[in-house]
């Protein structure tokens, strides 16, 4: 985000820019907190490894914080399986509508 390239954020009591975070800013950072809270409902604290990992690689990215390959590659991988499950979902409504249009019809 260029338009805030200079804006401090109040990170853990202490005002810093994007370039000055850490992960572990991030981590005890309570405005990510927040945000995972409204991402995974609550309940973040007690998503499996792997989902706990990719929520908070997500967060890392928002805060344009360097991420490595492997973790470019999980995050992609996390994507791809949250669109499949859309695309899923998606079918499931479509059929159960056309279920429902030939009951009605018959």
Known sequence: MLGDI???WNVNGKLM???????????????CRDKLDYMYGHNYDHLPEDE???AMLSVYQMHELPLNQEEKEILKQAKAEQMRRYEASKQWEKERERRKRAQKYA
């Not at 820019?17 to 405005?31: F, G, K, S």
């Open 6 to 8: 200079d804006r401090k």
């Open 17 to 31: 820019t994007r370039q000055e975070m850490t992960r572990e800013d991030i981590e005890n950072w309570e405005y």
């Open 52 to 54: 706990y990992r990719q």
